[in-house]
């Protein structure tokens, strides 16, 4: 018995199973080149990453767990899951990056979870292939690496999705286990976003199992019991925080900030065909192969094969469903993208030959993907070199701001044109593997590589440069010693997205509406601070202002801020307009 041979399908299970640990390391490694090193290489960036954090941060030193607060005042737009997290890696030591640390770690979760579908269907590299396409779709990568609820979202949609696939077909006991955590996935994804995070994954997983002719395999009764689950997650905390904040937060969080968005988004309207016209750069640099991807797994539905239909229903039916949204942004496809990246990798690990009409159309797809990301790298250097002038068109920067910014331009021509011949290598690489050879899976390979070379670029030479003008810090450092001089500080017109409550370190930060409250504020014998743009100092209703100093200068983004104090700074010159900030 001890000679006799294993079945083949034992060894290639074995060797399956062999490859899991180097599989998973390699993934996580991918994970960390996108998403860890922008950590070290720019500030938060308004407006979501900042205003997200404040609320984070406000709960954690607060204690206030209940009612999220921004700026003092409850915070209606989302629950709280999020920021429960986020207050909890900001207490474990992320400090400001607690937020980002939330989003980074869900969407190497949802890589993970991607694999481990992917285990069920594909052969050989492909789960990890499934799993590396989905980080490095640019729709993903985006939203990952900044500070948002989407990322979250999505894996939590994401367990839930794949607990209630495993259920289909699964045994009963089996069954009831993965019914009931899928149904605590959908209250934790009610938690983090509201209705939406329940009724996507809802709608993919039964329209996989129609799709396939399966019936649940647990009775009515684990249904029902799972549903009260559901709804015992989600209402543990609604109902206390209802009566604690009041009918008018219940009301803008339950039904405004919810179900208005469904119906009649008064945020982020667009018509349903907005995500079509946007998908060609959504989905890059895979756009061109999804298309005979999906095409593949149409054919793979006519076989019956188990991974053409559960991707394609759930492909289609988060597509869909956010197309037929009133509001819409482009994070919100993020539970889609697990189901392209398992389409794409067996749509790789197909053999088609090259004179077949398949072959011929796929090595066109290939040749186009490539020369459109070689003809984009070129434009990414022209934009590096005219920065100035393609910041002035697009935005409404003053004349000061675009001047300092053509410095930024240059610098990042001398920075970009070394790393952008790496690029163009892999690129190269990628045309000899996909077009000469044939060799889907390394052309694959060498896509995800020059994803993950353009994160890199980006995170180490733009952003390290760009967060000068983005994140606020410059001001926040120039201001913030004169503002723990003063007894009060009060913010301009707006609360800036929570930026200088985390640079200044104070939870509330009052806002004046008009020039005359500023005014007002200046004349008071305490010390004062107010945060102003330096465009309300210099329009016709602007400075001078009575008993003012312009103490402290810098820039967020392409505005220019200042800081307005009552008493005169220390420094003996006092900025003008366009002036850098003292130090």
């Not at 998403?35 to 954690?60: C, I, K, N």
């Not at 980002?100 to 969407?107: K, P, W």
């Not at 208005?260 to 946007?278: K, N």
């Not at 890199?456 to 967060?467: I, W």
Request: net charge positive; charged share 15%.
């Amino acid at each position: 018995m001890g000679n006799m041979k294993s079945p083949p399908d034992s060894d290639a299970r074995r060797l399956s199973i062999g490859r899991v640990p180097t599989d998973v390391a390699l993934l996580l490694a991918v994970a960390a080149l996108l998403l860890v090193p922008s950590f070290f290489t720019r500030h938060l960036w308004p407006p979501d990453e900042t205003r997200y954090m404040e609320v984070s941060w406000e709960m954690a030193t607060a204690h206030q767990y209940l009612v999220p607060f921004s700026n003092g005042e409850p915070y209606t737009q989302k629950p709280p899951l999020f920021f429960w997290l986020g207050a909890w890696l900001y207490r474990m030591g992320f400090g400001l990056a607690a937020t980002r640390a939330v989003a980074a770690l869900a969407a190497t979760g949802t890589a993970m979870l991607t694999y481990v579908i992917g285990r069920r269907h594909l052969r050989g590299p492909g789960p990890l292939l499934s799993a590396v396409i989905t980080l490095t779709t640019l729709l993903f990568m985006v939203p990952s690496k900044i500070g948002g609820i989407d990322a979250l979202l999505c894996f939590l949609m994401m367990a839930a999705i794949c607990c209630g696939l495993y259920a289909l077909e699964a045994d009963a006991r089996r069954g009831v286990r993965c019914w009931l955590a899928a149904y605590l996935f959908l209250g934790l994804a009610v938690l983090a976003k509201g209705p939406v995070g329940m009724v996507v994954p809802a709608l993919v997983v039964s329209g996989c199992a129609l799709a396939e002719g399966k019936r649940p395999s647990a009775s009515g009764a684990v249904h029902v019991l799972g549903v009260t689950f559901m709804l015992a997650v989600a209402l543990v905390w609604a109902v206390p925080a209802a009566l604690a904040g009041g009918r008018e937060y219940a009301d803008e969080l339950m039904f405004r900030q919810s179900l208005g968005r469904v119906a009649r988004s008064f945020s982020h309207s667009a018509p349903f065909y907005h995500y079509l016209m946007l998908s060609p750069a959504l989905f890059l640099p895979w756009s061109l192969l999804l298309i005979p991807a999906l095409a593949s797994a149409v054919e793979g539905w006519r076989r019956r094969e188990p991974l053409a239909r559960q991707g394609l229903v759930w492909f289609a039916t988060v597509f869909l469903f956010f197309s037929l949204m009133s509001g819409k942004r482009s994070p919100y496809l993020l539970p889609m993208l697990p189901a392209a990246g398992l389409l794409l990798a067996r749509y790789f690990a197909g053999a088609r030959p090259a004179s077949s009409r398949q072959g011929v159309a796929e090595r066109r797809a290939i040749g186009f993907t490539i020369a459109a990301l070689a003809t984009a790298l070129a434009i990414g250097l022209a934009v590096a070199i005219r920065m100035p002038e393609v910041v002035r068109l697009l935005t409404n920067a003053d004349v000061e701001t675009a001047q300092e910014i053509l410095g930024l331009g240059r610098g990042l021509l001398r920075e970009l044109a070394p790393a952008a011949a790496v690029g163009f290598l892999i690129l190269g690489f990628a045309w000899r593997e996909g077009i000469a050879r044939g060799r889907l899976t390394s052309f694959a390979a060498a896509m995800a590589a020059f994803m993950i070379w353009l994160s890199l670029v980006a995170d180490v030479v733009g952003f390290r440069r760009l967060d000068r003008f983005r994140s606020g810090n410059e001001f926040g450092l120039a201001a913030a010693p004169l503002v723990a001089q003063a007894d009060r500080v009060f913010l301009y017109r707006k609360d800036f997205e929570g930026v200088y409550n985390l640079q200044f370190q104070r939870a509330w930060l009052p806002v004046l509406e008009n020039r005359a409250a500023v005014e007002h504020a200046m004349s008071w014998p305490q010390k004062t601070a107010v945060v102003i743009l330096r465009k309300d100092l210099t329009g016709r209703t602007g400075w001078p202002l009575r008993n003012s100093h312009i103490a402290a200068m810098g820039h967020t983004g392409v505005e220019v801020f200042c800081l307005l104090t009552n008493w005169p700074p220390a420094s003996s010159a006092t900025p003008q307009a366009g002036e850098p900030p003292p130090r």
